[in-house]
């Protein structure tokens, strides 16, 4: 057996240790260690079923012993920093929101269409870019701006497959 290794983390070349009986793929730096003890908890939680249930059941222990609410203040309060680029990436969040065209319902009951056994199906009208539906067909339609057509049963939207038809 050689008398060196190569660090598996870290990459460096050094001596290996002659008291230890099983191949050794870690130096001894205190991060490589925790690099070698994490990589054996990540094998033993994905392989190992006890392990695993005793990981979960002592998180949940932990969890019941420290509020939400009192880890984020304790967070907060010692990580400033974290504070700091919070509130300023929120009030960029809060200009950009401002200066964003509105983007709502304009009327919610323009045209009514007949009753049938899928509801009721009405028309609104809409501003801006607004999606109603994520599988919605957009179709050039007049100057009228952009319209939104959705199904209505018992006061709930039943059908969210919306035609929408914006206007030049």
């Known amino acids: 057996m050689p008398a060196t290794l190569i660090c598996a983390h870290c990459g460096k070349t050094v001596l290996r240790n002659v008291r230890l009986k099983k191949p050794q793929k870690y130096c001894g730096d205190d991060e490589c260690q925790r690099a070698r003890r994490r990589c054996w908890k990540n094998k033993q939680y994905n392989q190992n079923e006890t392990y695993r249930i005793k990981c979960l059941e002592q998180q949940k222990r932990w969890r019941q012993g420290q509020p939400a609410d009192q880890y984020q203040k304790n967070y907060r309060e010692s ?38 056994e899928g509801g009721i199906w009405f028309l609104s009208q809409a501003c801006g870019e607004m999606i109603v539906n994520r599988n919605a067909l957009s179709t050039p339609f007049g100057s009228g701006g952009a319209f939104a057509l959705m199904g209505v049963k018992e006061a709930k939207i039943v059908n969210r497959n919306a035609l929408t038809a914006s206007g030049p």
């Open 79 to 116: 990580h400033p920093g974290y504070v700091l680029r919070n509130r300023e990436l929120q009030r960029q969040r809060n200009r950009s929101r401002r200066e964003a065209p509105q983007t709502t319902i304009i009327k919610k009951d323009t045209l009514v269409f007949h009753p049938g």
